[in-house]
């Protein structure tokens, strides 16, 4: 019978078929773990006096809270302190693999996972955040899950789930120079809304999607979850197992060929029906950003700010009214003349290597204009190791940016990294909602490029702004 | 789980679309690692409006919050269902939520009703007409009342099931424990374990 990815990678981990309203039993191939939302699923295993059932398919990391400055002393915040400490509690309790503050592979969890070579092609991966659809891009099925689900697949290594529809993300073409995967999810998002994907598993095709690095097709399935999708996957091709090979946790030898000859069945088969498709022109795409208070309300750089009294759909008219109270902002500014004061480049959005690398061509040899403050906070320890290697650090340090340690920072301002009331920024993160960098600061989403563009010239900007 | 089969309480008309759980609850509240008390982060940032409808007699009592489409998007963060239940919600209604968040609110016994957006206009305007009229909910029937007002809601019926009855989902699947264990003697050897490697 034939398929599509996800109800191939589906179909093989169904532990038991539902029978009436009940739903399939699906088993859960990698389980990874952070301080935020593990605490009281631990706490409902010892309380019910349950283990772990596969601490082999366990791992943990310390993201959300920490630091990015000073890491070797303690916490500061007593309230993060305790979360932290807590997470080690557990993880030595019950036999988890840790990887702490100050650890070489600390990181970000969604970092994490595909660095080590965990993440490999039509596995189903979960963890308690809803960006796990992040290690879609390995042909994964992943997704986010609640606290309740946490301690489900901790004592059994299953989730109880039910069928979800599909939907092709076709985006052909070639993206124009100075575009990137991130500009690609935003004009997704922005076409779909917010809701759009919802009950959906997304699957990006086409040539424009073919055409990515693996760092970018992270960028583009982890933000599925801001158009409602709980996964977005891409099917796996030669770009995806040379990525993997010789990764720590990768197969090798034999396993390493019988694993790519599996994975390279790990496609839609040409007559496979979607539920869904939409149709996206790679030509067409210029850097995105958003102008409003969810990832939906963005548009093209060279736009304007957008007048809500033309938007014909009375919620969305409000919607954009408040979004526009909360921002600050006027109906028709241009997007390019919105003044910022921060720039945070980082997140399981963009906090990889790449991001770092293309950010630091940006600004090498240029500076951070006056009054505006950039934060570089690597995804992971070992992206920051490999940044230094590069002199990346240097370029970020001598363009008057912080280069700061691994964590989630100011993507969501658990930890210091936080906006003031009423502070702006451009940031590559993945959630511009009210109050996430920081209660009433107001954030704009961008790409690594347009926010290495915006912290020279202070204002929304792209690349090729600075040539002018 | 506390069993759900009816459910009568003021209801709450909260009139935005598109309530993120970081608006539910903002990030700084998700520090704690205890699973009750989270109903002072409820809508943290908008009750310090005092015309937010919370802080409204008599909404502040209330127990079935109505709210526009695409609710508990964003985070997956449970906290946001712990809120709302703390605070003492017993029901959300809305025309759209996000997955995430619908699953959620299933495992606590937090009921997400899926109205039609007409339905939901219909309650705002007979709530803000008579601030205080009860909404009663029923899992039974799958219909919300108020005043004259029938309304019929979806809910997938596995959960409304096990909401009727209470049950836990860890203890259901702990019956299948065999069916497990013979799904993992048939994987792939070669699938990544997370046991720290051999230091070279």
Redesign the interface.
């Known amino acids: 019978m034939s398929g599509t990815l996800a109800e191939k990678v589906w179909e093989a981990h169904v532990?038991?078929h539902?029978t009436?309203?009940?739903?399939d039993?699906l088993?859960i191939?990698?389980h990874l773990l952070h301080e935020?939302?593990s605490?009281?699923a631990f706490?409902g295993l010892r309380l019910?006096g349950?283990k772990v059932?596969r601490?082999?398919?366990?791992?943990a990391t310390e993201d959300?809270?920490v630091p990015t400055v000073d890491i070797d002393k303690p916490i500061a915040?007593p309230?993060?302190r305790?979360?932290v400490e807590?997470l080690r509690r557990n993880c030595a309790e019950f036999g988890v693999?840790l990887h702490p503050m100050g650890d070489a592979e600390q990181g970000i969890v969604h970092v994490v996972g595909p660095q080590l070579?965990?993440t490999?092609p039509g596995?189903t991966v979960v963890c308690?955040?809803?960006h796990t659809s992040t290690h879609g891009a390995f042909g994964a099925l992943a997704f986010?899950?609640?606290?309740?689900?946490v301690?489900?697949v901790l004592?059994?290594?299953?989730l109880?789930l039910?069928p979800f529809k599909t939907m092709a993300i076709n985006v052909d073409g070639s993206l124009k120079p100075g575009v990137t995967a991130k500009d690609i999810i935003l004009a997704v998002i922005a076409k779909i809304g917010?809701?759009g994907g919802?009950?959906y598993v997304l699957e990006y095709r086409g040539s424009a999607i073919e055409a990515l690095s693996m760092e970018a097709r992270m960028t583009v399935c982890n933000m599925s979850?801001?158009a409602?999708a709980?996964a977005g996957m891409i099917a796996p091709d030669q770009t995806t197992f040379d990525y993997i090979e010789g990764r720590?946790?990768?197969?090798s030898g034999a396993?390493?060929d019988?694993?790519v000859a599996?994975w390279k069945t790990l496609r839609t088969d040409d007559d496979a029906k979607f539920d869904a498709e939409v149709h996206i022109d790679a030509d067409e795409l210029t850097p995105f950003v958003t102008w409003g208070t969810?990832p939906g309300q963005g548009l093209p750089l060279g736009a304007a700010v957008p007048d809500p009294a033309s938007i014909p759909d009375e919620?969305?008219r409000?919607?954009a009214e408040?979004a526009l109270t909360y921002m600050g902002l006027e109906p028709g500014t241009p997007l390019r003349d919105i003044q910022v004061d921060t720039v945070f480049l980082g997140s399981c959005t963009n906090g990889r290597i790449e991001d770092l690398r293309a950010a630091a061509d940006v600004l090498r040899g240029k500076h951070v204009a006056s009054g505006v403050r950039m934060l570089v906070v690597p995804g992971s320890m070992r992206v920051r190791a490999q940044a230094e290697e590069e002199g990346l650090d240097k370029v970020f340090l001598d363009a008057g940016a912080e280069w700061r340690q691994a964590g989630c920072s100011m993507c969501?301002?658990?930890n210091p990294d936080q906006l003031k009331p009423g502070e702006r920024s451009a940031s590559t993160s993945n959630?511009n909602?009210?109050?996430?960098q920081g209660?009433g600061g107001r954030t704009h989403l961008v790409s690594p490029l347009v926010a290495a563009a915006t912290a020279v010239r202070g204002t929304l900007s792209a690349p090729a702004d600075l040539e002018n | 789980m506390e069993a759900f089969t009816s459910h009568t309480g003021v209801g709450v008309p909260l009139r935005r679309s598109n309530v993120d759980t970081d608006q539910i609850i903002p990030a700084v509240y998700l520090k704690r690692v205890t699973r009750t008390g989270f109903e002072d982060g409820l809508f943290a940032a908008w009750r310090g409006d005092e015309h937010f409808v919370l802080n409204l007699e008599p909404f502040k009592a209330g127990s079935v919050l109505v709210a526009g489409a695409d609710f508990g998007t964003g985070s997956s963060r449970e906290h946001a269902v712990w809120a709302l239940m703390d605070y003492g919600f017993r029901v959300v209604i809305s025309s759209r939520f996000a997955d995430i968040f619908r699953g959620n609110a299933g495992k606590q016994g937090l009921v997400a009703a899926q109205c039609d957006q007409q339905h939901v206009e219909l309650l705002w305007k007979l709530l803000e007409a008579e601030p205080g009229t009860e909404v009663t909910v029923d899992l039974t029937d799958k219909t919300v009342r108020a005043k004259d007002l029938v309304a019929p809601f979806e809910i997938d019926d596995y959960t409304r099931w096990r909401l009727l009855e209470g049950l836990d989902d860890i203890a259901l699947t702990l019956r299948h424990g065999d069916e497990i264990g013979r799904f993992e003697g048939g994987r792939q050897s070669w699938l990544p374990t997370t046991d720290p490697l051999p230091t070279v």
């Open positions: 532990v038991r539902g009436g309203a009940e739903p039993l088993y191939d990698l935020v939302t605490p009281q706490d019910a349950r059932r601490t082999d398919l366990t791992i959300h809270n915040d309230i993060s305790t979360q807590t693999r070579g965990l490999q596995m308690g955040d809803s986010g899950i609640g606290t309740s689900e301690e489900h004592a059994t290594q299953t109880p039910r917010t809701g919802q009950g979850i801001e409602g709980r720590p946790h990768a197969p396993d390493w019988a694993a599996y969810n919620n969305e409000v919607a408040k969501l301002g658990m959630r909602f009210e109050g996430r209660k």
